[in-house]
């Protein structure tokens, strides 16, 4: 039975060869079949990787039980003797290589409780302790985890309907049917990742590039509690597996870049950015090149999406610790940030102003003065904002005592560019909050520099006298066309 089990694996199944329990385990990866035999209800997905099983295990491995044709209920591990645990083990995996459809609540609820309670069982048992599995179980574990997390995600809803995509932020997430199975699976992955008897050098083998692609796609999954367990379980494989961690920051990068230059959908964008926040804390100083790279070609171009809100406060992170970590990455981050400033979505430019107030934080002085000209230009703007929250948040710069030391410093350069917009909403702007916050601002240059204040408001005042000279004159100009035109008579003028 070995023997045909493993010639199995290099051969192409059939379509009357799929139904075959003789063959389960050994399909192309992500296949869906349903079962024959005792077990009507059941969906067989077959492993995720085909191949002959570990080759190379020890004589005294056990061997691989025969399929089962059916889910019947097994022994608990404490029930058994130590010596029968590993094969109990691999009969277990079996068991829990069978899917259900979980559309239908009525339909195999027997079998799938003995799934529940065996995923269960494994749990325990490997978060236990009690026993080291064997190279051959931990293949098979992990083409387990495969057959169950391994799927096709639903499409979105505007995906399904051909409408027009909406908001992702107004749309109800779709919460997996198969939780009850699938949350076990990934408890399972996590408690082996996490073991200390886990050994790197063999779990390598089994959690490959491979793996670790299929395990990022499905980031897009819109269950939120599944994304959660991702998050967690990519990060601890990251911190476990050095050997993969080059090939995990260039496979979320590539994530990145069709999120931003592509679709500008994606479910896991924060649960992402979360990791790399944790990624980005540990990097060493000098900061390598390709850490610089990926801010200036995938972190700060991240600020372009329209659903910036959905993962804003996890992008501010990552990009203020790069400025925290090298305060010489101030300026760079500050014109990304200056380069895509919104224009017309309010909301998302009050987002950018707090985001703001945090690099400048951790700014310092000689950073502060390459980029301050471009910056307060446009916070100039966003101070005569007609929406008052955008203009209450620039007004709150002020109230960050780093950022007013920094504008104190250089209030030469800053206030000229700034003075015309605090007269302006002094004197016009409709919201009264603006107004007490504008008058405050003001009063604070006035005492810091009462010469260089008394210069500004002498220059604007000369300023809106040439232009009421140049309004005057463009009057003028167009009375006079009009006596020109009525002393030549009308006989040739065409009148509407």
């Excluded at 025969?66 to 058994?80: A, Q």
């Excluded at 995938?298 to 610790?321: E, R, V």
């Excluded at 990304?336 to 979505?345: A, E, R």
Aim: neutral net charge; charged residues 25%; proline residues 6%.
């Amino acid at each position: 039975m070995l023997k045909k089990i493993m010639k199995g694996g290099h051969k192409k199944p059939s379509k009357s060869d799929s139904t075959d329990p003789s063959l389960y385990g050994f399909g192309p990866p992500g296949s869906r079949n349903p079962g024959s035999g005792p077990a009507p209800n059941v969906t067989v997905n077959h492993a995720s990787r085909a191949g002959p099983l570990a080759s190379g295990a020890n004589p005294g491995a056990p061997a691989i039980p025969p399929p089962m044709g059916s889910v019947e209920p097994l022994p608990l591990f404490r029930d058994v003797a130590v010596s029968e645990r590993q094969n109990l083990f691999l009969r277990k995996l079996q068991v829990c290589c069978f899917q259900f459809n979980f559309s239908d609540t009525l339909k195999s609820v027997r079998e799938k409780e003995i799934k529940r309670q065996t995923l269960l069982d494994l749990v325990d048992f490997i978060q236990s302790g009690s026993g080291k599995i064997t190279e051959m179980c931990q293949e098979e574990m992990i083409k387990m985890v495969g057959i169950n997390i391994f799927r096709c995600l639903p499409p979105a809803p505007h995906e399904n309907t051909g409408q027009e995509a909406t908001d992702p932020e107004e749309e109800e997430p779709y919460l997996e049917p198969s939780w009850p199975h699938l949350q076990l699976v990934y408890e399972l992955l996590l408690r082996y990742v996490v073991s200390s008897d886990t050994d790197t050098k063999v779990a390598k083998r089994y959690i490959d590039h491979s793996f670790v692609l299929k395990l990022l796609d499905l980031f897009d999954t819109e269950d939120p509690r599944e994304r959660e367990y991702l998050k967690t379980i990519l990060h601890r494989i990251y911190g476990k597996f050095m050997v993969h961690r080059p090939f995990i920051r260039k496979a979320i990068n590539n994530i990145f870049y069709r999120f931003i230059y592509e679709t500008e959908r994606h479910s896991g964008i924060g649960e992402l950015l979360e990791i790399l926040g944790s990624i980005i804390n540990g990097f060493a100083l000098p900061m390598k090149e390709e850490h610089k790279l990926f801010l200036v070609r995938a972190l700060i171009p991240l600020h372009k999406p329209k659903p910036i809100s959905m993962y804003h406060q996890q992008l501010s992170y990552c990009i203020t610790q790069f400025v925290e970590k090298d305060y010489k990455l101030a300026d760079t981050v500050i014109r990304g940030l200056l380069k895509y400033w919104p224009l017309t979505n309010c909301q998302k430019e009050v987002l950018f102003l707090g985001e703001l107030e945090e690099v400048l934080e951790a700014t310092q002085s000689a950073e502060f003065q390459r980029c301050m000209i471009p910056l307060f230009r446009t916070i100039a703007r966003c101070l005569n904002s007609s929406h008052f929250q955008v203009a209450e948040r620039a007004l709150f710069l002020w109230n960050n005592e780093h950022i007013v030391s920094l504008i104190a410093q250089n209030r030469q350069v800053v206030l000229p560019i700034i003075f015309e917009a605090l007269e302006r909403n002094i004197s016009s702007h409709w919201n009264q909050a603006v107004h007490g916050l504008t008058v405050n601002v003001r009063k604070m240059f006035m005492e810091m520099d009462a010469e260089l204040f008394e210069e500004c408001q002498r220059q604007f005042a000369e300023k809106e006298a040439r232009a009421r000279d140049v309004e005057e004159q463009r009057e003028m100009t167009w009375k006079k066309l009009a006596d020109v035109a009525a002393q030549r008579g009308g006989d040739d003028m065409v009148t509407v």
